[in-house]
């Protein structure tokens, strides 16, 4: 079955790499028209231009996604650039901190709770009175398996996802029918941004999975584009687990 997003305008933070620029580049390919943001503009630009030369219509500027002046911006250029605004992907998230969660530093709890749930909210509110209020739409959060479980090291990263599964939640109950709220919960997945996480032991993380690998971002860009797609027209407040089998190993993570 071919996905298709003719017609649609979508939104796609923290968009210049890793999983943002995988989503980006499907829904282009899918014909959605598409805007990136992340905070550096020569990122975008380069990404904007890659995606374009395959086909697609990408638009870039620059925000902080922590930064509500920012995000105004944004969503702006974007309305102003395609004259709506139908999907909305939340991608973009920080992680300042790694270390036990009894240790961190009140700067980096604030930084991290800015980025991965504040700004969620933020940006779906101004999705919301710009366009989704009155035309309706989709807005999809990327969250963490790490939400749904305990582990070393990034402890108040997954407080903070965990968050970002109940924000979903909630505002699928509030925005619906006009607009469907979903979430993705990737494993681990092969970026720059987890890179501490999968590098030392790809080998070792990899057969304990039973799919024997790592993710990709494009395994994450396929689930995004059902998940925004009329295919899933009737699904709302989800939270699609994509990480390879993680949450089924015995462990109950990776």
């Known amino acids: 079955m071919e996905l298709r997003l003719d017609g649609k305008v979508a939104l796609v933070t923290g968009g210049s790499k890793g ?3 995988a989503i980006a580049a499907r829904f282009a390919g899918a014909g959605a028209r598409v805007m990136i943001s992340s905070r550096k503009a020569d990122a975008l630009a380069e990404a904007a231009d890659e995606i374009s030369a395959l086909g697609g219509e990408v638009a870039w500027h620059p925000a902080n996604a922590g930064d509500p002046i920012g995000a105004q911006s944004c969503v702006a250029a974007t309305m102003d650039r395609f004259g709506g605004l139908d999907i ?17 530093d009140e700067s980096r709890v604030a930084k991290t709770v800015q980025v991965n749930q504040q700004a969620i909210l933020v940006w779906t509110q101004l999705a919301w009175r710009a366009a989704m209020e009155r035309s309706g739409g989709s807005v999809l959060n990327i969250a963490s398996v790490g939400g749904m479980s305990v582990e070393p090291g990034i402890g108040w990263y997954n407080v903070t996802k965990a968050a970002v599964i109940h924000i979903t939640r909630q505002l699928a109950y509030e925005l619906g029918p006009q607009v469907r709220v979903n979430a993705l919960a990737p494993g681990l997945v092969r970026t720059d941004f987890a890179r501490a996480l999968w590098e ?12 024997r690998r790592i993710g990709e971002p494009e395994d994450i860009a396929g689930a995004a584009l059902f998940l925004s797609s009329d295919a899933a027209a009737w699904i709302t407040g989800h939270v699609l687990v994509v990480d390879g089998g993680a949450m089924a190993m015995p462990s109950g993570g990776i």
């Open 200 to 211: 030392p032991a790809e080998e070792m993380v990899a057969k304990r999975l039973p799919l």
């Open 19 to 21: 999983i943002g620029r």
């Open 88 to 104: 909305l992907v939340n991608n973009a998230a920080t992680n300042p901190y790694f270390g036990r969660m009894i240790d961190i």
